[in-house]
Protein backbone atom coordinates (compact mmCIF):
# COMPACT_ATOMS: atom_id res chain seq x y z
CA UNK A 1 0.00 0.00 0.00
CA UNK A 2 3.25 2.37 0.51
CA UNK A 3 3.79 4.18 -2.48
CA UNK A 4 7.59 4.28 -3.77
CA UNK A 5 9.31 7.36 -4.21
CA UNK A 6 12.73 7.95 -5.82
CA UNK A 7 15.52 8.80 -5.56
CA UNK A 8 16.34 8.38 -1.75
CA UNK A 9 18.73 11.22 -1.44
CA UNK A 10 19.68 14.38 -3.25
CA UNK A 11 22.26 16.77 -2.60
CA UNK A 12 21.85 20.54 -4.27
CA UNK A 13 23.72 23.10 -4.82
CA UNK A 14 21.39 26.71 -3.95
CA UNK A 15 20.08 27.70 -7.07
CA UNK A 16 20.18 23.87 -8.89
CA UNK A 17 16.96 21.89 -9.58
CA UNK A 18 15.60 18.78 -8.34
CA UNK A 19 12.59 16.21 -9.48
CA UNK A 20 11.30 14.31 -6.64
CA UNK A 21 9.02 10.93 -7.85
CA UNK A 22 6.31 9.15 -6.34
CA UNK A 23 4.61 5.78 -7.57
CA UNK A 24 2.06 3.73 -6.61
CA UNK A 25 0.58 0.19 -7.76
CA UNK A 26 -2.70 1.01 -6.74
CA UNK A 27 -5.43 3.84 -8.11
CA UNK A 28 -5.28 6.93 -6.94
CA UNK A 29 -7.55 9.35 -5.75
CA UNK A 30 -5.29 11.97 -4.71
CA UNK A 31 -1.60 12.50 -4.35
CA UNK A 32 -0.58 14.88 -1.16
CA UNK A 33 3.16 16.55 -0.75
CA UNK A 34 4.72 17.28 2.61
CA UNK A 35 7.85 18.47 3.62
CA UNK A 36 9.34 17.22 7.20
CA UNK A 37 12.88 19.11 9.16
CA UNK A 38 15.08 17.09 11.27
CA UNK A 39 12.52 16.50 14.82
CA UNK A 40 9.75 18.42 13.23
CA UNK A 41 6.45 17.60 12.43
CA UNK A 42 5.37 17.34 8.47
CA UNK A 43 4.03 20.41 6.98
CA UNK A 44 1.59 19.99 3.78
CA UNK A 45 2.93 22.03 1.02
CA UNK A 46 0.09 20.84 -1.71
CA UNK A 47 -2.47 18.50 -2.84
CA UNK A 48 -2.81 17.16 -6.13
CA UNK A 49 -6.18 15.09 -7.61
CA UNK A 50 -7.39 13.24 -10.36
CA UNK A 51 -7.12 14.73 -13.43
CA UNK A 52 -3.84 15.58 -14.29
CA UNK A 53 -3.72 18.84 -12.56
CA UNK A 54 -0.75 20.77 -12.27
CA UNK A 55 0.05 22.98 -8.84
CA UNK A 56 2.78 25.55 -7.87
CA UNK A 57 3.70 26.95 -4.50
CA UNK A 58 6.35 29.68 -5.21
CA UNK A 59 9.15 27.77 -6.96
CA UNK A 60 7.52 24.37 -6.06
CA UNK A 61 5.42 22.50 -8.09
CA UNK A 62 3.91 19.14 -9.23
CA UNK A 63 2.06 17.17 -11.09
CA UNK A 64 -0.03 13.91 -11.23
CA UNK A 65 -0.65 11.47 -14.12
CA UNK A 66 -3.34 9.59 -12.47
CA UNK A 67 -3.35 7.00 -15.32
CA UNK A 68 0.37 5.98 -14.81
CA UNK A 69 -0.40 6.22 -10.56
CA UNK A 70 2.52 8.79 -10.27
CA UNK A 71 3.03 12.45 -9.17
CA UNK A 72 6.38 14.75 -9.26
CA UNK A 73 7.54 16.91 -7.00
CA UNK A 74 9.67 19.66 -8.98
CA UNK A 75 11.73 22.00 -7.12
CA UNK A 76 13.16 25.09 -9.25
CA UNK A 77 16.19 27.07 -8.20
CA UNK A 78 16.52 25.84 -4.69
CA UNK A 79 17.32 27.60 -1.53
CA UNK A 80 18.55 26.95 1.75
CA UNK A 81 15.07 26.63 3.68
CA UNK A 82 14.27 23.82 1.01
CA UNK A 83 16.26 21.63 2.40
CA UNK A 84 14.11 18.75 4.65
CA UNK A 85 12.46 15.20 3.82
CA UNK A 86 9.99 15.50 1.16
CA UNK A 87 7.12 12.88 1.89
CA UNK A 88 4.47 11.45 -1.08
CA UNK A 89 0.88 10.62 0.45
CA UNK A 90 -1.80 9.03 -1.60
CA UNK A 91 -4.82 8.19 -0.92
CA UNK A 92 -6.68 5.21 -3.12
CA UNK A 93 -9.68 5.57 -4.95
CA UNK A 94 -11.48 3.21 -3.03
CA UNK A 95 -11.33 3.00 0.65
CA UNK A 96 -11.01 5.27 3.83
CA UNK A 97 -9.58 8.79 3.64
CA UNK A 98 -6.14 7.95 5.30
CA UNK A 99 -2.70 8.87 3.21
CA UNK A 100 -0.03 6.40 2.93
CA UNK A 101 3.25 8.01 2.73
CA UNK A 102 6.06 6.92 0.56
CA UNK A 103 9.60 6.13 2.21
CA UNK A 104 10.55 10.11 2.20
CA UNK A 105 13.53 11.85 -0.19
CA UNK A 106 16.00 13.49 1.99
CA UNK A 107 16.82 16.53 0.23
CA UNK A 108 20.00 18.70 1.12
CA UNK A 109 20.53 22.38 -0.33
CA UNK A 110 23.92 23.45 0.21
CA UNK A 111 25.48 26.72 -0.46
CA UNK B 1 -6.01 29.07 16.78
CA UNK B 2 -4.25 26.11 18.53
CA UNK B 3 -2.97 23.20 15.98
CA UNK B 4 -3.08 19.54 16.27
CA UNK B 5 -1.83 18.81 20.11
CA UNK B 6 0.05 15.89 21.36
CA UNK B 7 1.08 15.07 24.93
CA UNK B 8 3.44 14.15 26.41
CA UNK B 9 6.22 15.17 24.37
CA UNK B 10 9.08 12.87 25.21
CA UNK B 11 8.44 9.66 27.70
CA UNK B 12 10.71 6.80 28.79
CA UNK B 13 9.21 3.71 29.44
CA UNK B 14 11.16 0.10 31.24
CA UNK B 15 10.08 -2.98 28.96
CA UNK B 16 7.02 -3.85 30.08
CA UNK B 17 5.39 -0.85 31.10
CA UNK B 18 2.73 1.09 29.22
CA UNK B 19 2.35 3.92 27.27
CA UNK B 20 -0.26 6.52 26.45
CA UNK B 21 0.25 9.02 24.02
CA UNK B 22 -2.87 11.79 23.50
CA UNK B 23 -3.74 13.92 20.85
CA UNK B 24 -6.01 16.79 20.68
CA UNK B 25 -7.19 17.32 17.20
CA UNK B 26 -7.69 21.01 15.69
CA UNK B 27 -10.67 22.94 16.10
CA UNK B 28 -13.34 21.69 13.78
CA UNK B 29 -11.38 18.58 12.53
CA UNK B 30 -13.21 15.12 13.70
CA UNK B 31 -11.01 12.47 12.29
CA UNK B 32 -7.91 11.26 13.65
CA UNK B 33 -4.81 9.50 12.25
CA UNK B 34 -2.02 8.20 14.32
CA UNK B 35 1.33 7.20 12.10
CA UNK B 36 4.98 6.21 13.51
CA UNK B 37 8.26 6.74 12.81
CA UNK B 38 11.54 5.15 13.10
CA UNK B 39 14.75 6.95 12.76
CA UNK B 40 15.62 8.12 9.28
CA UNK B 41 12.24 6.50 8.06
CA UNK B 42 9.28 7.21 6.90
CA UNK B 43 5.50 7.71 8.23
CA UNK B 44 4.36 4.59 8.50
CA UNK B 45 0.26 4.21 9.03
CA UNK B 46 -1.41 3.14 12.08
CA UNK B 47 -4.84 4.03 12.52
CA UNK B 48 -7.79 6.35 11.31
CA UNK B 49 -10.62 7.26 14.05
CA UNK B 50 -13.52 9.33 13.97
CA UNK B 51 -15.23 10.28 17.06
CA UNK B 52 -16.54 6.78 18.72
CA UNK B 53 -15.44 5.12 15.93
CA UNK B 54 -12.07 2.89 14.23
CA UNK B 55 -12.40 3.61 10.78
CA UNK B 56 -9.09 1.77 9.54
CA UNK B 57 -6.94 -0.04 11.72
CA UNK B 58 -4.72 -2.15 9.00
CA UNK B 59 -1.97 -0.16 9.91
CA UNK B 60 -1.92 -1.41 13.84
CA UNK B 61 0.43 -3.98 15.33
CA UNK B 62 -2.24 -7.12 16.09
CA UNK B 63 -1.39 -7.12 19.86
CA UNK B 64 -0.85 -4.69 22.50
CA UNK B 65 -1.63 -1.56 20.41
CA UNK B 66 -4.81 0.26 21.36
CA UNK B 67 -6.20 3.25 19.95
CA UNK B 68 -9.41 5.72 20.69
CA UNK B 69 -10.58 8.56 20.09
CA UNK B 70 -13.97 9.17 22.29
CA UNK B 71 -16.86 11.69 21.76
CA UNK B 72 -15.35 14.06 24.93
CA UNK B 73 -11.39 14.17 24.90
CA UNK B 74 -8.50 14.02 23.16
CA UNK B 75 -7.80 10.64 20.80
CA UNK B 76 -5.25 8.00 23.03
CA UNK B 77 -3.25 5.43 21.05
CA UNK B 78 -1.72 2.99 23.98
CA UNK B 79 0.96 0.64 23.66
CA UNK B 80 0.68 -2.30 26.42
CA UNK B 81 4.00 -4.22 27.46
CA UNK B 82 6.39 -2.24 25.53
CA UNK B 83 9.21 -3.41 23.96
CA UNK B 84 12.72 -1.50 22.84
CA UNK B 85 11.04 -1.98 19.30
CA UNK B 86 8.50 0.26 20.26
CA UNK B 87 10.73 3.17 20.37
CA UNK B 88 9.79 5.43 17.89
CA UNK B 89 8.42 9.08 17.33
CA UNK B 90 4.28 8.83 17.24
CA UNK B 91 2.60 11.67 15.01
CA UNK B 92 -0.67 12.50 15.12
CA UNK B 93 -2.62 13.82 12.47
CA UNK B 94 -6.10 15.74 12.02
CA UNK B 95 -8.01 16.78 9.39
CA UNK B 96 -11.63 17.96 9.00
CA UNK B 97 -12.80 14.87 6.98
CA UNK B 98 -15.82 15.76 4.88
CA UNK B 99 -16.42 18.02 1.95
CA UNK B 100 -14.16 19.61 0.06
CA UNK B 101 -11.17 17.59 -1.70
CA UNK B 102 -8.63 19.47 0.34
CA UNK B 103 -11.04 17.85 3.63
CA UNK B 104 -8.61 15.29 4.12
CA UNK B 105 -5.52 17.36 3.97
CA UNK B 106 -3.55 16.74 7.48
CA UNK B 107 -2.47 18.79 9.86
CA UNK B 108 0.39 17.23 11.94
CA UNK B 109 0.92 17.17 15.55
CA UNK B 110 4.56 17.95 16.44
CA UNK B 111 4.84 14.19 18.13
CA UNK B 112 5.36 12.61 20.60
CA UNK B 113 8.94 10.41 21.32
CA UNK B 114 8.91 7.37 22.70
CA UNK B 115 12.25 5.51 24.53
CA UNK B 116 11.85 2.31 26.26
CA UNK B 117 14.53 1.42 28.00
Known amino acids: QQPVQSPQAVILREGEDAVINCSSS?????VHWYRQKHGEAPIFLMI?????EQKGHDKISASFNEKKQQSSLYLTASQLSYSGTYFC????????????FGTGTRLTVIP | NAGVMQNPRHLVRRRGQEARLRCSPM?????VYWYRQLPEEGLKFMVY????????ESGMPKERFSAEFPKEGPSILRIQQVVRGDSAAYFC???????????????FGAGSRLTVL
Open chain 2, 93 to 107: ASSPGTGSPGANVLT
Open chain 1, 26 to 30: KALYS
Open chain 1, 48 to 52: LLKGG
Open chain 1, 89 to 100: GTRRVTGANNLF
Open chain 2, 27 to 31: KGHSH
Open chain 2, 49 to 56: LQKENIID
